[in-house]
């Protein structure tokens, strides 16, 4: 498994503690919101982190993300 960037870790604590509050997993929208960047950077986020193995996701599913 490949090391994570600052700003990955920081996007995976998010998705970790939004689950941990919430009970289910963030949209990239809201991933989005809560770093203030767009959709689509918050989306590139998720493809690293899925493309490292930490998270894994249906793209076309809303809340679906899982941590690993």
Known sequence: MKD????QQKVLDFITGFRRKKG????????????????RAAYDYMLVL?????VVWEEKTPRSIVVL
């Open 50 to 54: 899925k493309k490292k193995g930490f």
């Open 4 to 7: 994570l960037t600052i700003n």
């Open 24 to 39: 289910y997993s963030p949209t990239v929208r809201e991933i989005a919101t809560g770093f203030g960047c767009g959709v």
